[in-house]
């Protein structure tokens, strides 16, 4: 059974920062790539970051560039977000997916699994 499980959410104020973990177990996670995604109160939910197996691609949204960054850990079986200099437009739940595809795709439908989510709320 396929688990991606998110942690390291939280309360933090503008211009702080928080690192999100996702664990993975169920699969080869060294085979898949990995991304992050948000949903913020009434919006979609859009594509933050991602990384393919070997760490040696990632790609960031334009919102996160400079301030995010996504890395993994396949020994461990999980990937990380580092985010700093956080913003209040950054709140929302933040979701882990696994996919197949060899480079990470920004749409949803391209990720077969993901994690329950965990929240992030920055204060002004």
């Known amino acids: 059974q396929v688990q991606l499980v998110e942690s390291g959410g939280g309360l933090v104020q503008d211009g702080g920062s928080l690192r999100l973990s996702c664990a993975a177990s169920?699969?080869?996670?060294?085979?898949?790539?990995m991304a992050w995604f948000r949903q913020a109160p009434g919006a979609e939910r859009e594509f933050v970051a991602g990384?393919?197996?070997?760490?040696?691609?990632?790609y960031n949204a334009d919102s996160v560039k400079g301030r995010f960054t996504i890395s993994r850990d396949n020994a461990k079986n999980t990937v990380y977000l580092q985010m700093n200099s956080l913003k209040p437009e950054d709140t929302a739940v933040y979701y882990c997916a696994a996919s197949t595809d060899v480079i990470p795709n920004r749409a949803e439908r391209r990720y077969t699994y993901w994690g329950q989510g965990t929240q992030v709320t920055v204060s002004s």
């Open positions: 990384i393919n197996w070997s760490a040696g691609s990632t």
């Open positions: 169920g699969v080869t996670f060294s085979s898949y790539t």
